[in-house]
């Protein structure tokens, strides 16, 4: 069991190295079909939620919660890039709501970060 938390805990710290360096990496993959994106984010969210059951080892479900916050991620940075794109009266803040968009992305990006460190901290325990 002691190598399963090791090896849990390898994963978490790799994915956190991940996560914060995905915002680079997501503005430089732009050039293709964000909508292909999103879809493609989504089923792995799908996929992974459906095999979560069958999956035995505490490692492997660790590797698969992983897999489905990066596909959250990505996939909110996509949607974030295509609202400030598509409709720039967003981001100027210039909305019939008095609702800040790309902050809240934002603020729900950094929540995310924060939950996946506080699981983080749960595995090392």
Same mark, same amino acid.
């Given at each position: 069991? =002691? ?7 390898? *994963?978490?710290?790799?994915?956190? =190295?991940? #996560? ?5 990496? *997501? ?9 292909? /994106?999103?879809?493609k984010n989504d089923?792995?969210? @799908?996929?992974?939620?459906? /095999? ?14 992983q897999e489905q @916050?990066? *596909? ?5 940075? +996509? #949607? ?19 609702? /800040?968009y790309m902050e ?7 929540? #995310? =970060?924060?939950? #996946? =460190?506080? +699981?983080? +901290?749960?595995?090392?325990?």
């Amino acid at each position: 069991m =002691k190598t399963n938390v090791t090896a849990g805990r390898r *994963a978490l710290k790799h994915m956190l =190295k991940v #996560l914060i360096m995905l915002p680079a990496i *997501a503005i430089a993959h732009t050039a293709h079909d964000p909508v292909k /994106d999103i879809n493609k984010n989504d089923q792995v969210i @799908i996929d992974r939620q459906s /095999d979560f059951e069958q999956t035995q080892s505490v490692d492997q479900k660790v590797k698969n919660v992983q897999e489905q @916050i990066s *596909a959250m991620e990505r996939k909110m940075l +996509t #949607l974030r890039n295509m609202m400030a794109s598509d409709y720039p009266h967003i981001k100027e803040k210039m909305s019939k709501y008095t609702f /800040d968009y790309m902050e809240s992305v934002d603020d729900t990006l950094v929540q #995310l =970060k924060k939950t #996946l =460190k506080q +699981t983080s +901290t749960i595995v090392e325990q």
